[in-house]
Nanobody, 123 residues
């Protein structure tokens, strides 16, 4: 098993930046494909980004492509989501997720989830 804790959420003005971190503990971090999802009030949990176990393959949702960057540091057991040019529609609770398999855009694919961190973008 792996335990996940997200950090770095907060309130930012439109056009600003935030960096989210997700720290993992438990089994070897490099064994897990990682992903970020987000969920706004009244909405489903949406895919944001996914990164393979070695970091060589990264997928992004069209809504964040060119603005968000995901990376990982396996020695620190941490995955990151750098969010630039934030928009009010990026407001949501952001979750990291892990799975001991290949990366996927589907939330159902992931076995382990963090508790989420709130990101609020004001206009």
């Amino acid at each position: 098993q792996v335990q996940l804790v997200e950090f770095g959420g907060g309130l930012v003005q439109a056009g600003g930046s935030l960096r989210l971190s997700c720290a993992a503990s438990g089994r070897t971090f490099s064994s897990y494909a990682m992903a970020w999802f987000r969920q706004a009030p009244g909405s489903e949990r949406d895919f944001v980004a996914a990164i393979s176990r070695n970091g060589n393959n990264i997928f992004y949702a069209d809504a964040v492509k060119g603005r968000f960057t995901s990376s990982r540091h396996n020695a620190k057991s941490t995955v990151y989501l750098q969010m630039n040019s934030l928009k009010p529609e990026d407001t949501a609770v952001y979750y990291c997720a892990a799975d001991p398999d290949v990366i996927s855009r589907a939330a159902l694919h992931y076995d382990y989830w963090g508790q989420g961190t709130q990101v609020t973008v004001s206009s």
